[in-house]
């Protein structure tokens, strides 16, 4: 009955996230290339106008009860369709809202 309880539980924060990261994404200046999920870790690669992009969408991120931790792994320059743009990867830690509150207090 736990396992089955965990699952439930599981699906349902991997629902929510997956709607948080949508919200945080402005179509007009990025998009996302690829978003995995490894347990408590999730990774996303994208494509953005400018630094100025991924750092908002990282900000935008790190608001999120699900999401506590956002890092930058990597970023760098690419040509898509002759234009310069930014390539990059995040990061992130996934925590449940009331653990998201805990990190936070011992942040201020």
């Known amino acids: 009955i736990s396992i089955i309880k965990k699952l439930k539980r599981d699906s349902s924060t991997t629902v929510h996230i997956l709607d948080e990261v949508a919200n945080k994404v402005d179509s007009k200046r990025m998009w ?6 490894q347990g408590q870790s999730l990774s ?24 506590s931790i956002v890092n930058l792994s990597n970023a760098s320059l ?16 996934i925590v449940s809202p009331k653990e998201t509150k805990e990190v936070k207090k011992k942040e201020k």
């Open 32 to 37: 996302l290339k690829s978003l995995k999920q």
């Open 44 to 67: 996303l690669t994208g494509i953005a106008l400018d630094n100025r992009t991924v750092a908002q969408f990282m900000e935008a991120l790190k608001e999120s009860p699900y999401i």
């Open 78 to 93: 690419t040509k898509v369709s002759g234009r310069n743009l930014k390539s990059f990867s995040l990061a992130c830690s």
